[in-house]
């Protein structure tokens, strides 16, 4: 499968504002729109993607560098209602930790993300991938770090 992350521009970002979530998943992700008004704000420490299978998106997540620690985090990772299922989240939290190991935006080797208590298939892949829980809580979400 060949899944790759391509840089949110003026040419596709209308491709990020017409991903979906089914209705069930409403609460525990933003959406593209909401998180690219947050990458304008925090643009020089954050990148926004677009996860494509070929040609087309098929998700969508944003890094974002946090200079007071230092870490990486990752938000607003999605992938469309219609893609799921299919494994294009995994590949692209790959890719993902791939463009973070390059440390684009500073020195840092913790990459951390929060998910939803309720978000079961979020945090099986999550942990798949080697990422552990802080015991941070906030609201609803748990805290995951992953040491690169």
């Known amino acids: 499968m060949a899944v790759t992350l391509k840089c949110i521009t003026e040419d596709n970002f209308l491709e990020a504002f017409r991903l979906k979530l089914r209705k069930d998943q409403e609460e525990f992700v933003s959406h593209p729109i909401r998180s690219l008004a947050q990458a304008y704000v925090y643009r020089n420490q954050c990148q ?59 020195e840092s080797n913790r990459v951390v993300l929060t998910c939803n208590q309720q978000n079961i298939p979020g945090l099986r892949l999550y942990r798949s991938l080697g990422f552990q829980e802080t015991g941070n809580v906030d609201e609803d979400e748990i805290e995951l770090v992953k040491m690169l």
């Open 48 to 106: 926004p993607f677009g996860i494509y299978q070929d040609e087309e998106m098929v998700g969508y997540v944003m890094v974002i560098y946090d200079y007071d620690v230092p870490e990486y985090d990752i938000w607003h990772m999605m992938i469309d209602e219609t893609r799921q299922g299919r494994g294009y989240g995994k590949e692209a939290l790959k890719r993902v930790l791939e463009y973070i190991a390059t440390k684009p935006f500073g």
